[in-house]
C-alpha cells in the first residue's frame, strides 16, 4: 500500500466507524432539506448531523464547523462527496449516498484485510467486513509496531505501519 491509500484507508474507516460501525447495519438516517420561494424552514440540526460534518471533514469534503447544522456549507460539501461517489449530486445524504460510501468503506476494507494477510496478520476470508478478525489482527499489528491496541487502523497505525515496510522491519509473510 502506498501512503497516500493507507490514509484512504484511514479515512474511509473512520467513516466505517462513525456512521455504520464495524459490520453494522443497513439503516440510514436521511436527512433532506427542504425550501421553497413561499417559505423558508430552518435547517436540520442534531447530532446525525454533527456525525456526518465530522465524517465529511475527515474525508475532507467539509471544513465549516462542526455544529449539528444541515446549512449551506454542509449540503455543499455532500454535493461534492457525492460527485466523489459517483451518485446523484443533490446535496441530501441519503441511502444512494450511504451504501456508496460504504461500498467504498468495504473496498477498503479489503485492502487493510489483503495487506494484513501479506505481513502475516489475518487468516480470515477477504470479504470487507471490519469483523472481530480484521479488529484482532490489527490489535496484534499495532501491538507489534508499539502503537495504541485498539483495533482501528488510525493514523498512528497507518503512519507506524509505513514506517515498518519501508524500513524492512516489517516483511511480507
Known amino acids: 500500500m502506498t501512503p497516500r491509500s493507507l490514509a484512504l484507508v484511514v479515512a474511509v474507516c473512520a467513516v466505517v466507524a462513525l456512521l455504520a460501525g464495524c459490520g453494522g447495519d443497513d439503516s440510514t438516517?436521511?436527512?433532506?432539506?427542504?425550501?421553497?420561494?413561499?417559505?423558508?424552514?430552518?435547517?436540520?440540526?442534531?447530532?446525525?448531523?454533527?456525525?456526518?460534518?465530522?465524517?465529511?471533514?475527515?474525508?475532507?469534503?467539509?471544513?465549516?464547523?462542526?455544529?449539528?447544522?444541515?446549512?449551506?456549507?454542509?449540503?455543499?460539501a455532500v454535493k461534492e462527496m457525492q460527485t466523489a461517489l459517483g451518485v446523484t449530486a443533490d446535496g441530501i445524504y441519503g441511502k444512494e449516498t450511504h451504501a456508496a460510501l460504504k461500498d467504498k468503506a468495504s473496498y477498503i476494507t479489503v485492502q487493510i484485510q489483503t495487506a494484513l494477510s501479506k505481513y502475516g496478520y489475518y487468516t480470515g476470508d477477504i470479504d470487507g467486513t471490519y469483523g472481530s478478525e480484521t479488529v484482532a489482527a490489527v490489535k496484534k499489528l499495532q501491538t507489534d509496531l508499539g502503537v495504541t491496541a485498539d483495533g482501528r487502523f488510525g493514523p498512528e497505525t497507518a503512519a507506524a505501519f509505513n514506517e515498518a515496510v519501508?524500513?524492512?522491519e516489517l516483511k511480507p509473510a
Open 29 to 76: 438516517t436521511t436527512v433532506t432539506v427542504t425550501t421553497t420561494a413561499a417559505e423558508s424552514q430552518a435547517p436540520p440540526t442534531g447530532p446525525a448531523v454533527a456525525e456526518l460534518q465530522q465524517v465529511m471533514t475527515t474525508l475532507g469534503y467539509y471544513s465549516g464547523p462542526i455544529d449539528g447544522v444541515y446549512g449551506d456549507e454542509t449540503t455543499a
Open 166 to 168: 519501508a524500513s524492512g
